[in-house]
């Protein structure tokens, strides 16, 4: 049985775990260099990371301003970073709020869009804002309209050049979309930074998927009894069940450990995997990747299929499926359960 207190705890041991990775460390570093040499740009630096959803983009950008946390002095807070999200639908009000908000403007509702924009500058100064970090920055390419909102993506280009920062921007591939069709924008960007998912059939990248398994187990090895996340048949399973996406992976060891606690108790066997998994991914029927009955063998057909679980197929304008109002036809996304029932 586990205690109150280390029920609390435990909790949220998934959540407040961050295991690195090559590319999670590579990205890392070169926004901490977009950050370090700042000043000494002749121009703003503006650096877009892009990434399938579930890649750990936003805990990446979360992580990395939570290591330049503010400071205070006799002369007030002194902040390095500014990180909001894109809201669904943007715009220069509802993007220039959640920046003064975030910089702790106790009126940032107040005034119209033309003042609001000259208290931020004025703030992001005062406060020493050396880099402005926008997620979900494919919300600036509207589905709906198959529009790219230039008004808001022009407003922003001002405002780091104007407050001489860095730029970091987040999202889908459709952010690319966004830049491109910016040309003054995209003359500010360097190459992008790219979060991919884990492939099995690169051996790099499955000893990585396998050790960062190895990584969650020794934590959750703690309070709980697991079986062996990293050993062939058990790493191969979660790879099934996640398709080498991070964030699929955390929302299945998230719902085990959950799971674990609701019961009362500390050992985790295939079958709480199995449970966990039913209700942590969405929308998928049998077979599931934990079932004892399921095949470990990873074959050329699974594998390509598996590289296709939470993918979609964006669309950018101009192009044939995105002139067509209705009736067009989507990539559906495809399940785990779907892509195993197709052997």
């Given amino acids: 049985m586990i205690n109150i207190e280390s029920q609390i705890s435990t909790k949220y041991l998934i959540e407040t775990t961050i295991v690195p990775h090559t590319a999670f460390d590579n990205a890392t570093q070169r926004i901490a260099q977009c950050l370090n040499y700042s000043d000494e740009a002749s121009e703003p630096i503006g650096i877009a990371l892009i990434g399938e959803s579930r890649t750990g983009k936003s805990r990446l950008l ?47 509702t107040n005034g119209t869009e033309n003042s609001k924009t000259i208290r931020l500058k004025c703030l992001m100064n005062k406060t020493g804002i050396k880099m402005v970090m926008i997620d979900e920055f494919q919300h600036f390419y509207d589905k709906g309209s198959h529009k790219v909102m230039h008004h808001v993506a022009d407003w922003l280009k001002i405002l780091v050049d104007d407050s001489k920062v860095s730029l970091v921007v987040a999202g889908l591939p459709t952010c690319k979309t966004v830049i491109d069709q910016n040309e003054q924008l995209a003359g500010r960007f360097m190459a992008p930074i ?17 050790g960062i398994l190895d990584a969650f187990q020794q934590i959750m090895e ?30 299945l060891l998230r719902q085990t450990v959950w799971d674990a606690l609701d019961s009362g108790d500390n050992i985790i066997k295939l079958k709480n995997l199995s ?37 979609h197929e964006p669309e950018e304008p101009g192009s044939e499926s ?22």
């Avoid at 079986?227 to 790493?235: A, D, G, L, R, V």
């Avoid at 399973?237 to 699929?248: D, H, K, V």
């Avoid at 995105?322 to 996304?333: H, L």
């Avoid at 399940?335 to 195993?340: A, E, G, N, V």
């Fill in 62 to 108: 979360e992580d990395f301003e939570c290591q330049h946390n503010p400071t205070r002095d006799e002369n007030g807070i002194n902040k390095k970073i500014i990180r909001v999200k894109t809201p669904s639908k943007p715009t220069v009000k509802s993007l220039v709020e959640l920046m003064l908000r975030e910089i702790k403007d106790p009126i940032f």
């Fill in 194 to 210: 790219i979060l991919p998912r884990f492939d099995w059939s690169k051996d790099t990248q499955r000893e990585e998927f396998i």
């Fill in 222 to 251: 703690k309070y709980f009894n697991t079986p062996k996340f990293s050993n062939q048949e058990m790493s191969f399973r979660f790879y099934c069940a996640t398709g080498g996406l991070i964030g699929y992976l955390t929302k």
């Fill in 275 to 311: 449970q966990a998994y039913a209700k942590s991914i969405w929308t998928h029927e049998h077979p599931n990747p934990f079932d004892d009955a399921f095949s470990d063998q990873p074959t050329e057909f699974i594998l390509s299929q598996i590289q296709k679980i939470g993918a």
């Fill in 322 to 343: 995105a002139t067509i109002k209705s009736g067009r036809k989507r990539r559906n996304k495809m399940t785990p359960s779907q892509i195993l029932s197709a052997q």
